[in-house]
């Protein structure tokens, strides 16, 4: 009887042995690792393919866009970029033998429209502020309003500030818009809103804020596999027709803000802002709600409309329209327009123009440019140097 105890203990062991390493697998292979230094080294385990590559926006622009790991003894291909990686949030790919994926060994990943990448951040500035730091943490929220407009219950995604469950104070409101590839998760996840504003508000550089992330599809009602209704990426298209625009529909969300949320109801404590199709969003939201917000930001957008119409005569009336509501707007007061632009931006000239067309009739804007494109790089920027400019 001993010896059956014995050799079933014996048994057991041999057993759960097998099984953690089926579990753990042999020695973990660390991707990326980032050095003292800044240079980043990318590993992938694959012993039997026969070309392992890496690409990803840590590139230079100048920079090859795509560079060769090598194979060790062990299996395990490597690439270390060659200079040290100025501080940002980046995203990458492995393509193994012609096929792209991601990293097995990097759980950080962030959803782009309908693709999927593994993501680090290189600290420093203003990697830091993209970053999840020992201080205090504000909430974020997915919710579903009702939007008598659209006539259908949708998604939004809200951040509340750290202590807003336990306090009775009212907050100021930021109403921030994606672009024409996202959705109401867009800007939480490639935007790092809730990273930046736990930052900032920790460092006393913006104020206590609520800021409410709606999906600026009216087609859909929510980010994909999160509706009942089926998904088509292209643009946000959906199966439903839209019946009416996020224009027409935004005051379901501001409604819904301020019936559910603890907030200031003036237009010193409300600011809207977002990218691309948000910054047309944004400026065409705010020109038709006449006295709602004092701040407007304008990211990487025309502000005066450039939305398709059916001829070029529509587009020139629909400019026109569009420039009678700013001379409204200015007439009527706000605190700041901010419009912003990377100088290589496709809609750069675009922005220019629309800034000429403003001067002419005298309204008050503020201009920030920076360097690069159309990338959620300067657009992580921007949020972080307007986002203190609020509610001053």
């Known amino acids: 009887m001993r010896r059956l105890m014995i050799l079933a ?36 385990r694959a012993p039997k393919a026969i070309k392992v590559e890496v690409t990803g926006d840590f590139f230079g622009v100048d920079a090859p866009r795509i560079a060769e790991l090598k194979e060790n003894q062990e299996g395990v291909w490597e690439y270390t970029t060659p200079e040290p990686l100025p501080s940002e949030l980046y995203s990458y790919t492995f393509i193994v033998d012609g096929v792209r994926m991601n990293d097995p060994s990097n759980v950080m990943m962030i959803r782009d429209v309908a693709s999927v990448a593994s993501v680090f951040i290189v600290p420093g500035d203003p990697g830091d502020l993209y970053s999840v730091n020992d ?6 929220a997915r ?11 949708r998604r939004i995604t809200v951040y509340t500030p750290p202590g807003y469950e336990n306090s009775k104070q009212t907050y100021p409101v930021f109403y921030l818009l994606h672009g024409s590839g996202g959705d109401e998760e867009a800007w939480i996840s490639l935007g790092r809103t809730a990273q930046i504003m736990d930052n900032l508000i920790a460092q006393g550089k913006a104020k206590p804020m609520i800021v409410v ?4 599809h009216t087609q859909n009602a929510a980010a994909p596999g999160e509706s009942s209704r089926d998904y088509l990426p292209a643009m946000g298209g ?9 224009e027409d529909s935004f005051g379901d969300i501001i409604a819904f803000v301020e019936s559910n949320y603890r ?56 400019a026109e329209e569009f420039v009678n509501k700013l001379k409204t707007q200015q007439a009527n007061g706000f605190k700041l327009y901010w419009i912003a632009c990377g100088n290589t931006d496709f809609l750069y000239q675009g922005v220019i ?27 992580r920027i921007y949020l972080s140097e307007f986002a203190p400019m609020l509610f001053q």
Do not use: C
């Not at 959906?238 to 996020?246: E, I, L, N």
């Not at 200031?264 to 917000?293: E, V, W």
């Open 9 to 44: 203990v014996a048994l057991l062991a041999v057993t759960v042995a097998m099984a953690q390493e089926a579990i753990w697998g042999r020695q973990a292979v660390v991707s990326p690792e980032i050095h003292d230094d800044n240079t980043v080294t990318f590993r992938m």
């Open 135 to 140: 201080v205090p943490h504000g909430t974020v």
């Open 143 to 153: 919710r579903w309003y009702d939007s008598p407009t659209l006539k259908e219950q």
């Open 213 to 216: 992330m709606p999906n600026g």
């Open 238 to 246: 959906g199966q439903r027709q839209a019946v009416a625009s996020m």
């Open 263 to 318: 907030v200031k109801k003036n237009r010193a404590n409300r600011a809207i802002a977002g990218l691309s199709m948000g910054g047309m969003h944004s400026s065409a939201i705010s020109a038709q709600y006449t006295k709602t917000f004092d701040y407007v930001g304008i990211f990487s957008a025309p502000p005066i409309s450039t939305m398709r119409a059916g001829s070029n005569e529509e587009a020139v009336k629909r």
């Open 353 to 379: 123009d629309s800034m000429k067309k403003m001067d002419e009739i005298g309204f008050n804007y503020t201009y920030r440019e920076s360097g690069e494109g159309h990338i959620w790089k300067n657009w």
